[in-house]
Nanobody
Framework: QEQLVESEGGSVQAGGSLRIFCSTPERTVAATYHMGWFRRTPAKERDFVAAISWDAISTYYASSVKGRFTISRDNAKNTVYLRMGSLKPEDAAVYYC??????????????????????WGQGTQVTVSS
């Protein structure tokens, strides 16, 4: 089973920023799979946060994070990044990265669907204090 390895999360004050990233040792996955970030809280299970196409041409964001979060990838380093800015207490969650094989025609409904992803990271905790 492919394993995605996430960076450590962190604790920041509201309004602050944090970057987390996720790497895979498998170059095929890194270069050809869509990558996504999801988050889990006690109230919500695996909410979609952001996704990026395999070629980095297309990015997708949940409305709750659009304009504040940025997803990017470096296929040469087998790594996907999530930069989170203007953090709010409600952004506190366990963040998971995921990889899924999707076509260039897959739109928001697909990339935001957790069942479309095959490989998952172990999760990393992000805490935001008010």
């Amino acid at each position: 089973q492919e394993q995605l390895v996430e960076s450590e999360g962190g604790s920041v004050q509201a309004g602050g920023s944090l970057r987390i990233f996720c790497s895979t040792p498998e170059r095929t996955v890194a270069a050809t799979y869509h990558m996504g970030w999801f988050r889990r809280t006690p109230a919500k299970e695996r909410d979609f946060v952001a996704a990026i196409s395999w070629d980095a041409i297309s990015t997708y964001y949940a409305s709750s994070v659009k304009g504040r979060f940025t997803i990017s990838r470096d296929n040469a380093k087998n790594t996907v990044y999530l930069r989170m800015g203007s953090l709010k207490p409600e952004d506190a969650a366990v963040y998971y990265c995921a990889a899924g094989a999707m076509s260039p025609f897959d739109g928001y409904n697909s990339v935001s669907n957790a069942t479309k992803y095959t490989y998952w990271g172990q999760g990393t905790q992000v805490t935001v204090s008010s």
